[in-house]
C-alpha cells in the first residue's frame, strides 16, 4: 500500500465496524472524540476514542466507564449505542450532542427565568436519580457534561461523561478517590476519608447555584483558596443578583450545599422539593440576571482553562481508585 492510501489504525478499526471517521469534536488526556457516520445508512454519532492505559487502576476506569454507559437508558442521560474494544484502544458510540453546553445555550437564547431553570433542574435531577438508583456516581458534574441534543427550540439537555464514574456499595463502600473539577468538588472529597454518592448532589448545587444567577457560588485566586472556601461551605447570595430570585430556590440551594453530607438532601428528596413544585408564582416568570453574568463566567472560566486545561483533583493523591 502506497503512503497515499495508508490509514491510521483508528480509521482501519473504525472502518471494519461499517463507520467513517470525520472530524475532531474534542479531546482529553485519554481521548479524543471524532464525528462517525455509519456506511450502510449514513446514521451519524460521535465516537469517543480511548488509547488504552498502561496503568491498572486507569485502565480499569475506562472499563468500568463503558459498563456504566451500557447501563446508561434515560431520557436525559447521553446514550451510548455501542461499544468495542481492540488489543489497544476502546471505541464508545455515543449520541451525536450537536447544540453544545447549557450555558452556551441559556447565553444564546439571551433570556432565563427561575421558571426555566426548574424545569431544566429536575430533568437533570431525574437522570441524576436513575444513575443513583443504579448504583452509579457520577463523580465530575459540570457544566461542560450538560450538553445539549441540537440548536433547535425543543433541544434537551442531557448529563454526559462518565469517564470518572463509579460503582457504588450502597451498603458498605466508601469511594477514596479524590476526582473532579475545581469548583464542584464536594468538601468530602477534598478532605480525603472517604465520600459517597451525595459529592453529586454537592456538584448539581453549585451548578443550580450558577444557573440561577450567572456566577458560581465559590470563588477564589488559586485553587488552594477555592478549596478552602469550599471545605468550609463559604457562600453567600449577593446583592443585587439574588434580589429577585425566591427565598425557596434559595433554600434549595442550601439543602444541596450542605457541607456535612449526611445533612445534605438526597436527590429524592430535592425532587420532592417545593421550590420544584412552585411552578405557579408569576414572579418566577421574571428574567433574572444569569445571561449577562454568565458570558462574563464563561469568558473567565475558558482563559483560565486554556491555561490549565481541566485540572483533575487526582493530583492531590496518588490513591488506589477505591
Known amino acids: 500500500m502506497s503512503s497515499a492510501q495508508q490509514v491510521s489504525p483508528e480509521v482501519a478499526e473504525v472502518r471494519k465496524l461499517g463507520w467513517e471517521l470525520g472530524?475532531?469534536?474534542?479531546?482529553?488526556?485519554?481521548?479524543?472524540v471524532k464525528l462517525g457516520t455509519r456506511k450502510s445508512d449514513g446514521a451519524r454519532s460521535a465516537v469517543k476514542i480511548i488509547k488504552k492505559p498502561k496503568s491498572q487502576s486507569k485502565a480499569k476506569m475506562v472499563e468500568v466507564e463503558a459498563r456504566i454507559l451500557k447501563e446508561m437508558d434515560h431520557p436525559y442521560i447521553v446514550k451510548c449505542y455501542d461499544a468495542y474494544e481492540t488489543d489497544e484502544r476502546v471505541y464508545l458510540f455515543m449520541e451525536l450532542m450537536e447544540g453544545g453546553e447549557l450555558f452556551d445555550r441559556i447565553v444564546d437564547i439571551g433570556h432565563f427565568t427561575e421558571k426555566d431553570a426548574q424545569g431544566t433542574v429536575y430533568k437533570l435531577l431525574s437522570a441524576l436519580k436513575f444513575m443513583h438508583d443504579k448504583g452509579i456516581a457520577h463523580r465530575d458534574l459540570k457544566p461542560e457534561n450538560m450538553l445539549m441534543t441540537t440548536k433547535g427550540k425543543d433541544a434537551v439537555c442531557k448529563i454526559t461523561d462518565f469517564g470518572l464514574g463509579k460503582f457504588f456499595d450502597q451498603q458498605t463502600e466508601l469511594m477514596k478517590t479524590p476526582c473532579g473539577t475545581p469548583g464542584y468538588i464536594a468538601p468530602e472529597v477534598l478532605i480525603m476519608k472517604g465520600y459517597d454518592k451525595q459529592c453529586d448532589v454537592w456538584s448539581m448545587g453549585v451548578i443550580v447555584y450558577i444557573l440561577l444567577c450567572g456566577f458560581p457560588p465559590f470563588?477564589?485566586?488559586?485553587?488552594a483558596q477555592l478549596f478552602e472556601r469550599i471545605k468550609a461551605g463559604k457562600y453567600e447570595f449577593l446583592r443585587?443578583?439574588?434580589d429577585p430570585i425566591s427565598d425557596s430556590a434559595k433554600d434549595f440551594v442550601r439543602r444541596m450545599l450542605q457541607v456535612d453530607p449526611k445533612k445534605r438532601a438526597t436527590i429524592a428528596e430535592l425532587l420532592d422539593d417545593p421550590w420544584l413544585k412552585d411552578e405557579k408564582k408569576p414572579e418566577l416568570t421574571s428574567s433574572l440576571s444569569t445571561v449577562s453574568e454568565l458570558k462574563k463566567h464563561l469568558a473567565v472560566s475558558r482563559l483560565k482553562a486554556a491555561g490549565n486545561a481541566t485540572i483533575a483533583v487526582n493530583r492531590l493523591s496518588h490513591s488506589i481508585e477505591t
Not at 472530524?23 to 479524543?32: I, M, R, V, W
Not at 470563588?219 to 485553587?223: S, T, W
Open 219 to 223: 470563588y477564589a485566586d488559586n485553587d
Open 23 to 32: 472530524k475532531e469534536l474534542g479531546s482529553g488526556h485519554f481521548a479524543k
Open 240 to 242: 443585587p443578583y439574588w
